[in-house]
T-cell receptor, first 113, second 114 residues
């Protein structure tokens, strides 16, 4: 079955460490997105990519980086510059020419220890 | 810029009662509108969507929503709540002319009381 796989489901980061969250899709979708979810704040867009080798900053990109070397993959790196990284991170994808909603992964919960 | 307001961060209903979750949006162009449901520690699942055409849209699990342009609203309803409906619900808006990012509301946590 097609879908989006996020790994790991739970991730712990020490102060000053960079960590990378994986997002892989086999839906042949062109566009991919990373969102951060905090209680009571809904979902906020971190980065998005509409085609391979191209991506744009969202509303809260500071302290994060991404790459899009393959259509199927859109990893997110949470750098040490992100001062409050503890959150639930969601990856999503969409067909480029369809405004019919996104497909979401099951999320990664990142905790700073 | 688009925005979405969900009135009520927490809503409680009794099992069998009407579910009404409110969503108002702001958009400079006719938007595409969505409702998503999220169970704990899971991703978002699409409940229903409005793009064009009929303003009353039906979704999964017995939910429906009506697009009212004059009220800039897209409220979610279900005639009879079930215990399994307890979850967080997000309204979202997409501007068809933009880079097609979704703007989400802050969510409504639905509790179903026995």
């Amino acid at each position: 079955d097609g879908g989006i796989t996020q790994s790991p489901k739970y991730l712990f980061r020490k102060e000053g460490q960079n960590v990378t969250l994986s997002c892989e899709q086999n839906l042949n979708h062109d566009a991919m997105y990373w969102y951060r979810q905090d209680p009571g704040q809904g979902l906020r867009l971190i980065y998005y990519s509409q085609i391979v080798n191209d991506f744009q900053k969202g509303d809260i990109a500071e302290g994060y980086s991404v790459s899009r070397e393959k259509k199927e993959s859109f990893p997110l790196t949470v750098t040490s510059a992100q001062k409050n990284p503890t959150a639930f991170y969601l990856c999503a994808s969409r067909e480029q020419e369809a405004n019919y909603g996104y497909t979401f992964g099951s999320g990664t919960r990142l905790t700073v220890v | 810029a688009q925005s979405v307001t969900q009135l009520g961060s927490h809503v409680s209903v009794s099992e069998g009662a009407l579910v009404l979750l409110r969503c108002n949006y702001s958009s400079s162009v006719p938007p595409y509108l969505f409702w998503y449901v999220q169970y704990p520690n899971q991703g978002l699942q699409l409940l229903l969507k409005y793009t064009t055409g009929a303003t009353l849209v039906k979704g999964i699990n017995g939910f429906e929503a009506e697009f009212k342009k004059s009220e800039t609203s897209f409220h979610l309803t279900k005639p009879s709540a079930h215990m399994s409906d307890a979850a967080e619900y997000f309204c979202a808006v997409s501007d068809p002319g933009s880079a097609r990012q979704l703007t989400f509301g802050s969510g409504t946590q639905l509790t179903v009381l026995p």
